[in-house]
C-alpha cells in the first residue's frame, strides 16, 4: 500500500528547474538570474573564516544581519525580517496570512513561487493578466480586491518579463489598497531599475504598516549560493507573524556573515549595475536586429518574444547545442517566449550568434 499524503501536496506545482549544472563550466549559463561576477574577495575571506565555527548554531537572532541592514536602509531592526532566500520570506507569509477561503492576488506571468502559496495554504488565487506591454495592470489587479483578499503581490521589476513600474504608479497603488490587505513588493531585481533610485520605495513603509519591500542578496550581490533573502516592514506583525511559522535557525553562519560584508560594498554594487545596462543595451540592440521583440528590461534579464514561425522547444535545444542554456517562456506562464539573463560580455555574443545561428 503506498504512502498517503494530504491534498496540498497533490496541488502545489513543482518549481520550473533551470537545466545546465552539470554541463562543462564552459557553457553559458543564462537561465537563472545569477550574478556573472563572482563573491568579492573580501566576502570570500569573511566566509572563510566564518566556516571554522560550524560546530555551533548560528545566532538565533541574526544580530549582525539585522543591524547591517537597520543601518543600510534606515529601518528598525523589529521590522526586519531575513530569510533562506526572499522565497522563504514569501512562502512564510503564504503560511502566516493565507487560509480556506481567503484571496490572494497577483499577476501573471510573474514568479514562479507565486502559486505555490495557493496551492499550499488552500487559498484561492486571482491571478491578473499582464498588459499589451508585459507590464503590471495595477488597476486591474485593484478590481479583484475584495473582503476575502489577504495578500496582494507586486513584482517590481516583474520575473519573468523584466519590465518594472514608476513608483508613483505603486505608491498609488498602495494607498488605494484597504489597510487589512498585506501588499509585498518583491523588488529582487530593484537595484537594476534606472527608472528612479533603488532607495525610493523606502518611504513608502512610514506610511503603511501593511506594505513590504521583499529583497534579496541573491542578485546584486552574487550570493545566490548562500541564499540571503530579507523583507523591509511596515509592521512589527508581519515579522513577528513569519517567524512564528518557520524553522529556527533558517539562515546559516557564512551566509550571515558574507551579508554583512557585501552590505559594505556599495561601490561594487554600482559597477555591477553600470555592466548590467551595458549587457541590456548591447542585447537589446542584438536582438532587434534580429527583427525580435523584447520588453522594456529594468533588471538584469530580458524578456523576448520569438517569431511566430519560430517553435520555443527547438529554439531551446538549439541554442543548448550551441552551449547557451535559457529560460523557457512556457515554463514561466507564457509559451513562445525565453527569458535571458545578462551574462558576461563574451556569453551574451555566444548567446546573439547562437540565436542567429538557430533561427
Known sequence: MAIE??????????????GGY????????????????PPLPAVMDVVQRALTGL????????????????????????RIALGNGSCDILLAAGDALLEPGAELVHAWPSFSVYPHLEAASGARAIRVPLNDRDEHDLDAMLAEITAATRLVIVCNPNNPTSTALPLDQIKQFVEAVPRHVAVILDEAYIEFSTIEDPDASLDLLKGHSNL?????FSKIYGLAGLRVGFALSGSEEFVTAVNQVRQPFYLNIPAQAAAVEALKHQDAVT?????????????????????????????????LHLPETADESEVISGLAERGVIVRSGAALGREGALRVTYGTPAHNRRFLDALRDVL
Open 271 to 303: 559597477e555591477r549595475v553600470e555592466r548590467a545596462i551595458v549587457a541590456r543595451v548591447e542585447i537589446e540592440e542584438g536582438l532587434r536586429e534580429l527583427g525580435i521583440a523584447v520588453a522594456a528590461s529594468q533588471a538584469n534579464f530580458c524578456w
Open 212 to 216: 513590504v519591500l521583499l529583497r534579496t
Open 55 to 78: 560546530n555551533r548554531y548560528p545566532d538565533p537572532s541574526y544580530a549582525d544581519l539585522r543591524r547591517a541592514l537597520s543601518d543600510r536602509y534606515d529601518v528598525p531592526q523589529t
Open 22 to 37: 552539470s554541463l562543462p563550466d564552459d557553457v553559458a549559463l543564462l537561465a537563472s538570474n545569477e550574478s556573472p561576477d
Open 5 to 18: 499524503f494530504n491534498d496540498r501536496i497533490r496541488r502545489i506545482p513543482s518549481y520550473p528547474i533551470a
